[in-house]
């Protein structure tokens, strides 16, 4: 059964590129998951494209970190162990501190209004515990701030590191205690712009995915616990 869509071809986006953003999108969403096998050829018949633009997608998300290529046994989803996810973190919070730190330098007024504006659809999609909405609120804000932060390079960046771990997302804002505590975190961080204030900002900024990860690994040890003990068996490989 087919899962992916066939392209729509856009006159002014190179081929290439809309299988890449297809498979991509596919991946970030969990339609293809960690350690599926890709094959060119079933790919190109859901896509209905030829192999080439396929083969060019894959070599790029490869690059890209989400797709692993094996010798003699082709392209697989990449999965991410718990240390890669640790690392992503790390990596993100000094750059969101960044972003958050040049955002009070360089944000106008109007962005910190479009952000206030977003945080209010954002408690109403918490109270409404709207996962989806809320999910796509969080990346609106955090774009918004990458924005304001004047430097493309680092949103950019910022972007890519998200991405990687895009599919685990839903799961650290899945719980309504995790979706207000994050609200909270994000309503602190813009106080914190529009004082101007950079080394509170960068602050909150960073305990705010700090807080997202510590969510996540908990998420994670859980569910491995879980599945130890419905397998009678400890020692299962921690991967997120």
């Given at each position: ?156 960046l910022l972007s890519l590191l998200r991405e990687q ?36 900002a960068a602050q909150f900024a960073a305990n705010h ?32």
């Amino acid at each position: 059964m087919a899962r992916l869509q066939p392209i729509q071809l856009n006159s002014y986006t190179p081929l290439r590129e809309l299988v890449f953003e297809a498979i991509h999108e596919a991946i970030v969403s969990g339609v293809l998951e960690p350690g599926e096998r890709l094959m060119e050829a079933q790919l190109a018949e859901e896509l209905g494209v030829s192999r080439t633009p396929v083969r060019e997608a894959l070599r790029k998300l490869e690059l890209s970190g989400f797709v692993v290529m094996i010798p003699r046994r082709g392209a697989y989803v990449a999965d991410i162990s718990l240390k890669e996810v640790a690392d992503v973190f790390e990596i993100r919070g000094a750059l969101e501190a960044l972003a958050a730190s040049l955002a009070t330098e360089r944000a106008t007024e109007d962005e910190i209004e479009q952000m206030e504006r977003l945080l209010v659809e954002l408690g109403k999609s918490v109270e409404a515990q709207d996962i989806e909405a809320v999910v796509d609120l969080d990346t609106r804000f955090h774009d918004a701030l990458y924005k304001a932060s004047r430097n493309e390079r680092l949103g950019q960046l910022l972007s890519l590191l998200r991405e990687q771990i895009q599919r685990f997302r839903g799961l650290t804002l899945s719980s309504p205690s995790r979706m207000q505590v994050a609200l909270e975190e994000h309503r602190a961080l813009l106080e914190a712009v529009a004082a101007r204030d950079a080394q509170a900002a960068a602050q909150f900024a960073a305990n705010h995915i700090e807080s997202a990860e510590n969510s996540l690994m908990q998420l994670n040890f859980a569910e491995r616990q879980a599945r130890a003990k419905s397998k009678g068996s400890k020692r299962e490989e921690p991967v997120v």
